[in-house]
C-alpha cells in the first residue's frame, strides 16, 4: 500500500483519541487532532504530553533527552479545526467521537468529502456496525474498524473489523500498521461487540442473574472469579466501567444478535442506574466508593445468601463464556486462537475458552 508512515487524522480529542493520538506520535507519525470542542483538543493536548512524558520515562534516557524526545514527539501533533483541515493532511484517519450511530455517519459522510479517494477510514466504534457507517461513504472498500481498548497506549490488543466491503487489502494494511505501532491485532467480522465486549457479556450477566435467584452474593461472585485469576470480579467490573455503560453494552448486543433469551439484559442494573447508582464514578454502585476507592458492598446487597461454592459459581460464568466463545467461532466472527488471544489481552482473562477447554490443568 505504499504507506510507510502515514500522516494520521484523530477525530474526537477525548479519552480514546487522545491515547490514540498519543500512540500515533510516539510511534514517529505526525497527527492532526480535531474536536467539535475547542476546549477538549486543548485537554487531549495536555492529556497526550502527559502520557508522552510518562512513556518517555520508561525509555532509557538521561533527563535532557526525555525532555528532546517527548518536545520531538508533540512537535508533530497539530490541532485542526475542521474536518476539512483533516482532510488536507491526514493519509488515515482513525474516528473515536462519541458511540452515537448518526453522528458517526455525518462525520463519515463529511469525511468522505474532506478527505482524498484513497484515503483510509477507521472508526473506533465498541458496537455500532462498521458497515453502515461505512456505507455513509463512496469508499466503504477503504472503511473498517479499529477497536482499540482503554487506555489505548497500553492495552496490547486492538480488533481489527472488516466490514462486508472492506478490502483484505485495507485489513491487511491495517493490521501490518497495529503490529509496528507494538499492539497485538486480532481480525474480526463485523458483528454485535465484536470479539471481546460480547464473549465477555456472561462474565457480568450470569453473575447479575445468580444475585437475582439469591444463589450467590455480590462478594462470594468477586471473590471467586478473583481466585480464578481474574483482574476483577464481575461486580468490582461493572462499578469501574458504569453501571449505564454496561447497560447500554448489554441491550446493544443483545438487539443486535436478534434479542437471544440467553443475552438478555439483568433489569438489576437498570433499576441501579434509575437510581443514580452509576458505581466507582457516582460514588455508589455494587459497592460504595469514597476518597480511599472501593469501600464495602453496598448495604442494599450486604450479606446474600450463597448457596453456591466458589467453584460452582466460577464454573457456571466460564461455561457460558465458552459456550459464547463457541458460537462466535462457529459463526465466523474470529477464529477459536484468535478468539483466546482477545480474551487474554482484552479482557485479562488468565486464559482464553479455547485453551481453558484444551488444557484440563487449567480447566475448572
Ligand atoms: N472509553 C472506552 O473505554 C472506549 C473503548 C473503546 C472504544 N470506545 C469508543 O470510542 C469512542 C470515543 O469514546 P471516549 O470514551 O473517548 O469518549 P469521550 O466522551 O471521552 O470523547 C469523545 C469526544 O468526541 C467529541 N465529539 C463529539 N462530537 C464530535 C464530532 N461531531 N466531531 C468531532 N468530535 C466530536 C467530544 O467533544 C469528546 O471530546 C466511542 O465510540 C466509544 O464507544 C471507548
Known amino acids: 500500500m505504499g504507506l510507510e508512515r502515514p500522516v494520521v487524522g484523530v477525530v474526537g480529542a477525548g479519552t480514546m483519541g487522545a491515547g490514540i493520538a498519543q500512540l500515533a506520535l510516539e510511534n514517529g507519525h505526525e497527527v492532526v487532532l480535531h474536536d467539535v470542542d475547542e476546549a477538549a483538543i486543548a485537554r487531549g493536548r495536555a492529556r497526550i504530553g502527559e502520557g508522552l512524558a510518562r512513556r518517555a520515562a520508561r525509555l532509557d534516557l538521561d533527563a535532557d533527552s526525555i525532555d528532546d524526545w517527548v518536545a520531538g514527539r508533540l512537535g508533530g501533533l497539530r490541532d485542526a479545526h475542521t474536518l476539512d483541515a483533516v482532510g488536507a493532511e491526514a493519509e488515515v484517519v482513525i474516528e473515536a467521537a462519541l458511540e452515537d450511530p448518526d453522528l458517526k455517519r455525518a462525520i463519515f459522510r463529511a469525511l468522505d468529502a474532506a478527505t482524498g479517494p484513497e484515503v483510509i477510514l477507521a472508526t473506533n466504534t465498541s458496537a455500532l456496525s462498521v458497515g453502515s457507517i461505512a456505507a455513509a461513504t463512496v469508499r466503504p472498500e477503504r472503511v473498517l474498524g479499529l477497536h482499540f481498548f482503554n487506555p489505548a497506549p497500553v492495552m496490547a490488543l486492538v480488533e481489527v473489523v472488516a466490514a462486508e466491503r472492506t478490502a483484505p487489502a485495507i485489513v491487511e494494511w491495517a493490521v501490518a500498521l497495529m503490529t509496528a505501532w507494538g499492539k497485538t491485532p486480532v481480525r474480526c467480522a463485523d458483528s454485535p461487540g465484536f470479539i471481546v465486549n460480547r464473549i465477555n457479556r456472561p462474565f457480568t450477566l450470569e ?152 488444557a484440563p490443568t487449567i480447566d475448572p
Open 207 to 358: 453473575a447479575l442473574r445468580m444475585v437475582e435467584a439469591g444463589v450467590a452474593s455480590v462478594e462470594a461472585i468477586d471473590a471467586a472469579l478473583r481466585e480464578a485469576g481474574f483482574p476483577l470480579g464481575p461486580f468490582e467490573l461493572i462499578d469501574l466501567a458504569g453501571l449505564d455503560v454496561n447497560l447500554a453494552a448489554a441491550r446493544g448486543i443483545w438487539e443486535g444478535l436478534g434479542r437471544p433469551d440467553r443475552l438478555r439484559p439483568s433489569t438489576l442494573p437498570e433499576r441501579l442506574v434509575a437510581e443514580g447508582r452509576l458505581g466507582r464514578k457516582t460514588g455508589s454502585g455494587f459497592y460504595r466508593y469514597g476518597d480511599a476507592g472501593r469501600g464495602a458492598v453496598d448495604p442494599a446487597f450486604a450479606g446474600g445468601p450463597t448457596t453456591l461454592g466458589a467453584t460452582e459459581i466460577r464454573d457456571r460464568i466460564l461455561r457460558a463464556i465458552a459456550a459464547e466463545a463457541r458460537l462466535v467461532a462457529r459463526e465466523g466472527v474470529a477464529t477459536e486462537r484468535e478468539i483466546d488471544v482477545a480474551m487474554r489481552l482484552g479482557a485479562g482473562h488468565p486464559a482464553g475458552p479455547f485453551e481453558r477447554a484444551a
